[in-house]
């Protein structure tokens, strides 16, 4: 197996299943003391009875409380950091924001073992010091950005912070320093393709590209594939979620038959959402997430929502650690577009502004142009049919949309009653993208 790197602890890779037991095992045990510098934590394992002595495996964990979303919103922001903030040296935040933002802190430690696990998976697909690396994802919050560069940089790659858009200057780079690998979302590559086209660029040809990394959204295989046709580059699928980290919880090896999910990290547990038992392996269910090496704030049973199942534990690759499927769909009704985190919940107290709307809506979400986009449809109270007004106030509701979500849909306004009324639970959201598949 080609995991030489001096730079990233190889022998974590090459763990037997047995040695990964162990050492998950002491990692837990580990995590479970530091957790209760946290108030939330040692309040939890006080009333559950918990000591360390009930943990001696992996499975264990299952004796541990859960962690939701909501917990980090009550406790918003900084009530479950497990060290001084003056131990702190980064704060990132879940990406989507507004109103409740969950954040997110890391030590020095914790973002040089990001920095780690990020250059392992790009180490894991090919790349060496001698490649560029070009990072065409947002920076800021959203660890995408951060995440990469330092995980690249650690690998030894040049590592050129492109960020996102701007498709005309990222071909310019592409083409001048030599670009062989690209960290995007997928939706974003499509769209660069189609500028390369305009502009009588043949990515085969004109650049010296060879591999892609792909995430943060969710994406199907013939996705995958049509972008691997375009560019004739390989793509790889990246998950990543900021309560974790970022970037390089999980990636495809050259395989590219599922997700490693790094289990000297992280303990992972897929579960029934319903009854949260966990699932057999092959069986879809919850991804629950521990990670049992971070200092700042590790958490214990993290409901990512994230739907998924087991695919194997070991691999042609050499690497036991356990795959994952790509995902699968989302037990809440999170949308995740172009990377950006969005519940319907924003969407919908922005509509409820308007006195002129009715309170019916409809959220599709469709692939136009191999671009996703975002169209809601509302319907609008009687009376309200003058042209002007009502074209005025789309803008204006679309507006307002795009300060809350941070990307701007089509808004269309229909008459009341035109949309269709669901009986039971209202469908608020169709995807038509086809992207858990
Ligand atoms: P954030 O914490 O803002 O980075 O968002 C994390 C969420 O993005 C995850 O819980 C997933 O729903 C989604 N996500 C990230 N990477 C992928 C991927 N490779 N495939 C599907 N969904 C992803
Ligand atoms: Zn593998």
Redesign the pocket.
Known sequence: MDVKSPYLHPEYETLSREEISKLQTERLRETFEHCKNVPFYAKKFKEMNLSVEDINSPEDVRKLPFTTKQDLRDTYPFGLAAVPLSECVRLH????TTGNP?V?LHTQRDLDEWANQVARNLWMVGLRPDDVFQNSSGYGM???GLGFQYGAERLGMLTVPAAAGNSLRQIKFIKDFGTTAIHAIPSYLTRLYEVMQEQGVDPRKDTKLKVFA??????SEEQRKRIENMFGVKAY????????C??G??FECKEQNG?HFWEDYYIVEIVDPDTLEPVPDGEIGE?VLTSIRREAMPLIRYR???LTRVLGRTCPCGRNHVRLD??KG?SDD?I?LR???IFPIQIEKILMKFPELGSNYLITLSTEDNNDQMTVEVEVNEGTDDFAKLQSLEKEIRHQLGDEILLKPIVRLVSKGSLPVSEGKAVRVVDKRK??Q
């Open positions: 935040s879940s990406s989507g969950t997110i959203f660890t995408g792909i995430g943060a959204e969710p994406h699928n990246s998950f990543g979620m900021s309560e974790m970022g970037p919880v999980g997700l991804l990512t929502r994230d790509r995902m989302r999170m995740v990377g950006v985190n992207v858990y």
